[in-house]
C-alpha cells in the first residue's frame, strides 16, 4: 500500500507563486508516473500535469508556460511549481501516483484572489 502526503496549497493573489509537493510511501512499489489533478466547485475533475519515471511531462494547455512539474526519484516526490497564478486556478489539487495500481493524494486546496 502507497501512501500519499500532499503539501504546499494556501491562499495567493493573481500572478503568484505556490509549489505543491506530494511525498509517495509504502513498501515494495515502484513508480511509473506521477501526476496533478484539479478539480473546482461543481466542475468534473481535470487533469493538470504528469511525469514519468523516465522524465518526461506532459500539461493541460491552460497550465503551459505557467506550471511546471518535476520529481524527485530518491525521495519518491512530485512538485508542481505553479507561477503567473489565475482566479481559475483555484481548485483542490490532487498527486495522482501509479504504480501497479493508481493512488490518490487527500488534495490540497489552492485559492487564488483578484
Known amino acids: 500500500q502507497v501512501q500519499l502526503v500532499e503539501s504546499g496549497g494556501g491562499l495567493v493573489q493573481a500572478g503568484g507563486s505556490l509549489r505543491l509537493s506530494c511525498a509517495a510511501s509504502g513498501r515494495g512499489f515502484s513508480i511509473n508516473a506521477m501526476a496533478w489533478y484539479r478539480q473546482a466547485p461543481g466542475k468534473q475533475r481535470e487533469f493538470v500535469a504528469l511525469i514519468t519515471s523516465g522524465g518526461n511531462t506532459n500539461y493541460t494547455d491552460s497550465v503551459k508556460g505557467r506550471f511546471t512539474i518535476s520529481r524527485d526519484s530518491a525521495k519518491n516526490t512530485v512538485y508542481l511549481q505553479m507561477n503567473s497564478l489565475k482566479p481559475e486556478d483555484t481548485a483542490v489539487y490532487y498527486c495522482?501516483?501509479?504504480?501497479?495500481?493508481?493512488?490518490w493524494g487527500q488534495g490540497t486546496q489552492v485559492t487564488v484572489s483578484s
Open positions: 495522482r501516483v501509479t504504480t501497479s495500481i493508481r493512488y
